[in-house]
């Protein structure tokens, strides 16, 4: 809802992401899929400036596509819980390919202990690396 037009820089390959009391404001990459399917809804759209991205878009039909989408995800996997399970999977997913400061730049967090929280303690690898460097080897 809060998307406005001007947060989107395809010449850059980033969207601007407002902060709010909770969480900070940010730059996020585009990757490649991403800016051809905005571009496509760009040019297919003829809202060309304004507040919203999505003009004419009411709170209440936001929440029934949400609900729309969350449903046709569920055919999909089925242990899918709500959307907060995704953003999860996603902060999880950036703390094995990021450090701990850029993931939480990217997820918004003003405190890093809120992007700590995400971190999984792979005991595989830990075990893995005691073997390696355990002195009694």
């Excluded at 929440?63 to 999880?92: F, G, Y």
């Excluded at 997913?93 to 792979?122: F, P």
């Excluded at 690898?125 to 009694?136: A, D, S, V």
């Amino acid at each position: 809802m809060r998307l406005e037009l001007k947060h989107i820089n395809t010449a850059q390959a980033k969207v601007f992401v407002k902060g709010t009391k909770r969480t900070a404001e940010r730059w996020l990459e585009l990757q490649a899929v991403q800016i051809s399917q905005l571009q496509t809804y760009l040019s297919k759209s003829k809202f060309k400036e304004g507040p919203l991205l999505l003009t004419g878009i009411s709170e209440k039909n936001i929440s029934n596509r949400m609900q729309h989408m969350m449903r046709q995800l569920r055919k999909l996997n089925p242990k899918l819980i709500n959307a907060q399970q995704i953003r999860s999977s996603v902060i999880t997913h950036w703390l094995k390919t990021h450090n701990l400061r850029q993931v939480q730049y990217m997820a918004g967090h003003k405190y890093v202990s809120s992007t700590q929280r995400y971190q999984v303690s792979n005991l595989d690898e830990l075990q893995n690396q005691l073997q390696q460097h355990h002195p009694m080897k």
